[in-house]
């Protein structure tokens, strides 16, 4: 496998982790309208770490979890993952 073939099976699972964030939130926010069993916390936490750009647009589109403070990391995550992907296009990485 080349390194170019490498690069870009790797940004295709990172993008895939990111929708399967998105809609782990848009699904717990569905759920929580229905007032029926919820995606655990720390599931959600878990999935915006791995997949921080899903995890903060469907907190921002569907208004979930923006008051918790936990779920305050998410856009923490969003920044560490924005300066390593910095990083790598600059050559650093």
């Known amino acids: 496998m080349q390194t170019s ?6 940004l295709l699972i990172y993008i895939i982790i990111n929708i399967i964030s998105f809609f782990l939130f848009a699904y717990d ?5 229905k007032e ?33 403070k936990k779920f305050y990391l998410v856009p923490t995550f969003l920044l560490i993952h924005l300066s390593l992907i910095a990083m790598i296009i600059a050559g650093y990485l």
């Open 36 to 68: 029926a069993w919820r995606i655990k916390e720390s599931t959600l936490l878990a999935s915006a770490f791995f997949g921080p750009f899903g995890a903060y647009s469907a907190m921002k589109i569907f208004r979930h979890k923006t008051q918790k």
């Open 29 to 33: 926010k569905r759920r929580a309208k």
């Open 5 to 10: 073939d490498l690069s870009r099976y790797l």
